[in-house]
């Protein structure tokens, strides 16, 4: 055995136990919360593709809940966590850090970003959509080029996971391009009618162990650092490119996802394009597809499958879209319609 075919092995032995890390992780979630599973998985799908994702429902419903849950059950350090809660009121150095006046004597114009935004590793940003026209530029650089820029120079930004929370989605223009960098938006939804009993005893349950400064959810099953080796792992898939006994080219296409489920996805994009006019750009559909793989890695360690083709219901821009989707896509897949 060569050393590359080794360190293959290696790290796909590596690979494995994060992965069943992050699946128990997730499930163990599952249980503090009630029916919200789904939406855990998107949470979780979304860390080890690094994309970012967008929780939207009315208060009450555990949107904040369901992150700080993921978060504090990661165990991560203060350094590397950032949190917040926009209003229109919201100033930059809130959420950047304030001004270094020492250094504007100087005639530099640096900000002090220690424990703030540029600095975190995960983030949470409550009220997404109320950033100030300075903080969404902002927001855009880090998300599309994880840097941020001080007296004028980028900087690379640490962050890996971005999570947001939003009571609804505007149709105001000006955010079109930050609602276009969440490809995964899902909508939090009261369970009451249908968990009526298991709600109240769950949120006992929760107001007794807020009280006793308990946290049942911080098991140690995982860390960030499972989800950034998935992340890599990943990637390093993509890469991987062969000759074929036939002449074509063996890739992660074409060892992952079977031509029967491919044509499916195809299918359906198209379908949701013509029949609905959902946009999905170019970008977005790379997009989808890292998210389908990380999916199928993370439920199956494998192929992606037609259920995993469910997440496009998360591809909306408005909730009326994400109303949509979610019943129209179960359908096309004649599947059933998931929760959360």
């Excluded at 995982?222 to 036939?246: I, K, M, P, V, Y």
Aim: hydrophobic letters at 40%.
């Amino acid at each position: 055995m060569s050393n590359s075919q080794k360190n293959s092995a290696q790290i796909g032995g590596e690979l494995e136990i994060a992965r069943q890390k992050i699946d128990r992780f997730r499930l163990s979630l599952g249980r503090h919360l009630v029916e919200k599973q789904d939406l855990i998985d998107l949470l979780i799908v979304g860390a080890i593709a690094q994309e970012p994702v967008l929780l939207v429902g009315p208060p009450g419903t555990a949107k904040s809940d369901l992150v700080l849950k993921v978060v504090e059950g990661l165990g991560l350090g203060e350094d590397d966590y950032f949190e917040y809660m926009l209003t229109r009121f919201t100033e930059p150095s809130e959420i950047l850090g304030p001004l270094d006046l020492g250094q504007m004597k100087e005639g530099r114009y640096l900000r002090r970003t220690e424990g703030k935004l540029p600095t975190a590793k995960v983030a949470f940003l409550d009220e997404i959509f109320k950033s100030s026209s300075a903080i969404l530029n902002v927001l855009l650089t880090i998300l599309n080029e994880r840097k941020y820029y001080q007296d004028g120079k980028p900087e690379p930004v640490p962050l890996k996971l971005l999570f947001a929370a939003t009571n609804e989605i505007p149709e105001h223009s000006e955010l079109s391009a930050l609602k276009d960098r969440f490809c995964l938006k899902a909508e939090s939804k009261s369970v009451r009618e249908h968990h009526f009993e298991e709600l109240i005893d769950a949120g006992l349950r929760n107001e007794s162990n807020r009280h006793r400064r308990l946290a049942p959810w911080k098991e140690g099953l995982c860390t960030l650092a499972d989800l950034e080796l998935a992340h890599h792992g990943l990637l390093l898939r993509f890469s991987e490119e062969s000759a074929s006994h036939d002449g074509g080219i063996t890739n992660d296409r074409t060892r992952f996802f079977p031509a029967a489920v491919f044509a499916e996805f195809r299918r359906l994009v198209e379908t949701l394009a013509r029949e609905h006019r959902l946009y999905i750009s170019d970008r977005k559909l790379v997009k989808v597809y890292k998210l389908l793989r990380a999916r199928a890695w993370l439920i199956r360690g494998g192929e992606v499958s037609v259920e995993d083709l469910l997440l496009l219901c998360h591809l909306g821009e408005n909730l009326r879209e994400l109303r949509l989707l979610e019943e129209m896509v179960p359908q096309y897949l004649r599947l059933k319609r998931p929760t959360g």
